[in-house]
């Protein structure tokens, strides 16, 4: 594995009731990042939170923040999201046409944060390569956005090594369905960073279930 392998709660999976406890619990079991799913109601069919949930969860979280925007206008939301802290910023590529996508990527970059690109399960992967050379993350689709708890799509797991062959040398991230069964053929196709949200927040243990999930990454990878 050419990057440190991470693994990501989902916070779209806790008990938003109880959400510094949530991040303090996964923290505590060992998680790498953080990731926060936001929904507009447009981009996916369902709305989460905006800015404000994301600074209160940075002023409680000690590891990076990875925000996963599934918006139709990142270009409008993405400075409040860096002024929330986010650390890592990821857009989808099916919105990139409706503004200067790279001028963004260099924006978010030049704000002292990760520049990351999503895409859906049914966009090629072909759709990243104007981007390749400005991104620090790619996030990999293994479900079509919008809820937690789909069931894992394997077919794109085709997309990590043609990534690699169209010269990204980033990060690769993958968000859907990722537990136990599925996350060792992620690894083996080159993905290092996993998103879990079922996974790890329906676990009773859930330090047990974020080290087992980082044993199976590291023996598959
Ligand atoms: C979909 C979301 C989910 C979430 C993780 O828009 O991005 O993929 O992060 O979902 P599960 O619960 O499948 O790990
Ligand atoms: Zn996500």
């Known amino acids: 594995m050419t990057h440190p392998l991470r693994i990501a709660p989902s916070l779209l999976a806790a008990d938003f009731g109880r959400l510094a406890d949530e991040v303090r619990s996964v923290e505590a079991g060992g998680a790498d990042w953080l ?40 270009w409008q939301y993405a400075d409040a999201f860096l002024d929330a ?11 990139a046409e409706r503004g200067d996508a790279v001028a963004l990527l260099r924006h978010i970059r030049a704000r002292g944060a990760k520049a990351g690109l999503s895409l859906q399960p049914d966009t090629p992967v072909e759709a990243l390569r104007p981007f390749v050379g400005e991104l620090d993350l790619v996030l990999v689709m293994s479900v079509f956005a919008g809820f937690g708890g789909q069931k894992f799509l394997p077919d794109v797991l085709s997309k990590p ?9 980033g990060e690769i991230s993958i ?3 990722v537990g136990p069964r599925t996350i060792g053929a992620a690894a083996t196709a ?3 960073a996993f998103v879990a949200g079922t996974a790890v927040f329906g676990a009773p243990d859930r330090a047990a279930r974020i080290a087992e999930l980082r ?6 990878s």
């Open 85 to 95: 802290g986010a650390n890592l910023l990821t857009f989808h590529v099916e919105v």
């Open 215 to 220: 044993a199976l990454a590291a023996a598959a």
């Open 35 to 74: 990731h926060l799913d936001v929904m507009d109601g447009h981009f996916v069919p369902n709305l989460t939170f905006g800015p404000f949930v994301c600074a209160a969860i940075a002023k409680v979280a000690t590891r990076p923040l990875d925000v996963h925007l599934m918006i139709t206008d990142p």
């Open 190 to 192: 080159g993905v290092n």
């Open 175 to 177: 968000d859907g369905g």
């Open 161 to 169: 090594p043609a990534l690699r062959r169209m010269g990204f040398a």
